[in-house]
T-cell receptor, first 113, second 113 residues
């Protein structure tokens, strides 16, 4: 499709397990963002990839969180040893960079039991 | 430290009247501002933007006003329609640098019949 694609759309996991969330950005978009929205909260910045530059990881809440972007396209957000407070909707967005308009995916809803 | 602040978590407006959503920012390096709209279970979608060289940008029923000296912007929707009921996020970024876009916590707008 032409938009940002995220998978899975829903993930239920047990506390302590690892999860991987995938994002397929719009083709040609150089910038890719991960945000999360916890229940009743705003959009919390997690990590930002821009072209070949080193990613801005300043929003990752702990070292259990990591993300990769392979070949400047698909990105995977990995959460190790999940905790209940990790339950949220994880949103991916891409843009042409230079503070261009962001195009969001529909999000991956993570529930940690 | 919240760099983009939306101090009203929610707002109710009568259908047909004007909706005014406010946003304040603290980082003087921000010079590009965006508003996004989010429906439940969907990703945010871009609504309107403004760069710091302007103080007003209008698109149909939506107008964004920027007061740089006060570090304040507002989104006006007139006339308000039932489909405008959503969460509205204010976002900001430096325009000419490869830097991330920061979002506020959002304001939930309810349009009353």
């Amino acid at each position: 499709g032409a938009g940002v694609s995220q998978s899975p759309s829903n993930k239920v996991t047990e506390k302590g397990k690892d999860v991987e969330l995938r994002c397929d950005p719009i083709s040609g978009h150089t910038a890719l963002y991960w945000y999360r929205q916890s229940l009743g909260q705003g959009l919390e910045f997690l990590i930002y990839f821009q072209g070949n530059s080193a990613p801005d990881k300043s929003g990752l809440p702990s070292d259990r969180f990591s993300a990769e972007r392979t070949g400047g396209s698909v990105s995977t957000l990995t959460i190790q040893r999940t905790q209940q407070e990790d339950s949220a909707v994880y949103l991916c967005a891409s843009s042409l960079g230079l503070a261009g308009e962001l195009f969001f995916g529909e999000g991956s809803r993570l529930t940690v039991l | 430290d919240q760099q983009v602040k939306q101090n009203s978590p929610s707002l109710s407006v009568q259908e047909g009247r004007i909706s005014i959503l406010n946003c304040d920012y603290t980082n003087s390096m921000f010079d590009y501002f965006l508003w996004y709209k989010k429906y439940p279970a969907e990703g945010p979608t871009f609504l309107i933007s403004i760069s710091s060289i302007k103080d007003k940008n209008e698109d149909g029923r939506f107008t964004v006003f920027l007061n740089k000296s006060a570090k304040h912007l507002s989104l006006h929707i007139v006339p308000s329609q039932p489909g405008d009921s959503a969460v509205y996020f204010c976002a900001a970024s430096p325009m000419n640098r490869d830097d991330k876009i920061i979002f506020g916590k959002g304001t939930r707008l309810h349009i009353l019949p």
